[in-house]
């Protein structure tokens, strides 16, 4: 790659997502130049939501995409600069973060990773290979092709079963397949989606997706019993789990489940290095939770780079 030109920033953020907009619009608003950088551009994971119901101070409920849109129109209005580009690497050199993409070079006082997580993968026969037809990661982007055809849902979070409630308004066969005997969901998500008629399968995991072409069943085996049945089902649609995504920083210290490691400041063992949103090592991931992080860390990078 030929030598760039580097330009300068005081806070360089990766990932567009609900965290990094956040904090784009915090630490642009306090007077720092910024610059967010994004392969899909702005979105993150948000855009998968239907109806964001539970983010205090909007009401009615939006979708995520307008919320996402509104987002990075009030950070690009205090001055944030988004751009759609792929980070190829992250160094540090004095007091210097530079950041490389294929067309550009970069270089800030603070940096914060916001890169987020992405769906976890059952790994089993047909999954991949029936990836698109009928097996899905998100149930708004695929639910209604499924309108009034059987549909199976695996995991037991929040995402899952919130999942589940908006697969119930598209059909009224909607079953959910959890390994355990209870789900871990928020307990007003669960009784929400068991109102909805969306029907339990506990105890219970995914050993196969079947079908030619098509989705058209899947194996289960009860996980206490080891007794295995075939479900019939037109869709898959899996939520069972998230890889955080933190190939640009190995090298920081993570959670037993490769969360980025902070303190209270969103600040990694790096200074002026900070983590924010569902890369982060935390109890609780929400839009309202990443938002949260975002700010607190705009909120420090800015002192950081004012008292320097």
């Known amino acids: 790659m030929e030598n760039l030109e580097i330009e300068k920033f005081d806070y360089v953020i990766i990932g567009a997502g609900c965290a990094g907009l956040a904090s784009a619009q915090y630490a642009a608003r306090g007077g720092l130049?910024?610059?967010v950088l994004d392969?899909?551009?702005?979105?993150?994971?948000?855009?998968?939501?239907?109806?964001?119901?539970?983010?205090?101070?909007?009401?009615?409920?939006?979708?995520?995409?307008?919320?996402?849109?509104?987002?990075?129109?009030?950070?690009?209005?205090?001055?944030?600069?988004?751009?759609?580009?792929?980070?190829?690497?992250?160094?540090?050199?004095?007091?210097?973060f530079f950041v490389k993409t294929k067309k550009a070079s970069y270089e800030a006082t603070c940096l914060c990773i916001a890169t987020g997580a992405i769906h976890r993968n059952l790994e089993v026969p047909g999954e991949k290979e029936l990836s698109g037809r009928g097996v899905s990661y998100c149930a708004?982007?695929?639910g209604p092709?499924?309108?009034?055809?059987?549909?199976?849902?695996?995991?037991?979070?929040?995402?899952?079963?919130?999942?589940?409630i908006y697969l119930s308004t598209i059909s009224g066969d909607v079953s959910i397949i959890h390994r355990r005997d209870k789900f871990r969901a928020q307990q007003a998500v669960i009784d929400k989606m068991l109102e909805a008629g969306v029907k339990p399968v506990y105890d219970s995991v995914v050993k196969s997706i079947n079908g030619q072409g098509r989705v058209q069943s899947v194996t289960i085996e009860n996980v206490k019993t080891g007794e295995q049945s075939v479900l019939s089902t037109d869709a898959v649609f899996i939520?069972?789990?998230m890889l955080p995504q933190t190939d640009l920083v190995e090298m920081l210290p993570k959670d037993p489940s490769g969360y980025i490691l902070t303190d209270e400041n969103m600040e990694t063992s790096v200074p002026g290095l900070f983590a924010a949103?569902?890369?982060?090592?935390?109890?609780?991931?929400?839009?309202?939770t990443a938002v949260s992080d975002g700010a607190i860390a705009a909120h420090v990078a800015s002192e950081r780079i004012r008292n320097a």
């Open 140 to 142: 708004t982007c695929d």
């Open 145 to 164: 092709f499924f309108r009034n055809k059987k549909i199976v849902v695996v995991g037991g979070g929040d995402s899952a079963c919130s999942e589940a």
């Open 33 to 35: 130049s910024v610059l």
């Open 39 to 96: 392969l899909a551009g702005a979105g993150g994971q948000v855009l998968q939501i239907a109806d964001l119901e539970n983010y205090p101070g909007v009401f009615p409920a939006v979708d995520g995409a307008t919320y996402m849109m509104t987002m990075q129109k009030q950070a690009e209005s205090f001055g944030a600069k988004i751009v759609q580009a792929q980070v190829l690497s992250i160094d540090k050199t004095g007091g210097s």
């Open 239 to 241: 939520f069972t789990g």
């Open 277 to 288: 949103g569902d890369v982060r090592s935390k109890p609780f991931r929400q839009v309202v």
